[in-house]
């Protein structure tokens, strides 16, 4: 069983950066595909990112890669979430998801998740 555990949201003004990170415990870290979700009220789940365990190949969501950088420190069993330049719309619980086996763009594609971390955007 693995455990991830989010940290890193809060309360930031638009145009403001914010660095999420999740710990992940229970799994040798590097077997791991490790992803970052997020999901605002009244709305689905929504791919931000994805991160590969070996070749480290990065993908992101539709109009997610100019402001969003994946990455992670297997010295530390730690995958970040860089946020910059940030606008209201970004407001939203951002979850740490994790598999060993394969990855996607779906929330059902993942197995393991973390409890999520609140990230509000002020305008």
């Known amino acids: 069983q693995v455990q991830l555990v989010e940290s890193g949201g809060g309360l930031v003004h638009a145009g403001g950066s914010l660095m999420l990170s999740c710990v992940a415990s229970?799994?040798?870290?590097?077997?791991?595909?490790l992803a970052w979700f997020r999901q605002a009220p009244g709305k689905e789940r929504e791919f931000v990112t994805t991160?590969?365990?070996?070749?480290?190949?990065?993908y992101y969501g539709e109009y997610m890669k100019d402001r969003f950088t994946i990455s992670r420190d297997n010295a530390k069993n730690t995958v970040y979430l860089q946020m910059v330049n940030l606008k209201p719309d970004d407001t939203a619980v951002y979850y740490c998801?994790?598999?060993?086996?394969?990855?996607?763009?779906?929330?059902?594609?993942?197995?393991?998740w973390g409890q999520g971390t609140q990230v509000t955007v002020s305008s």
């Open positions: 998801a994790g598999d060993d086996s394969g990855w996607g763009r779906r929330a059902a594609d993942w197995y393991y």
């Open positions: 229970g799994r040798t870290f590097t077997q791991l595909n």
């Open positions: 991160i590969i365990r070996n070749s480290g190949a990065t």
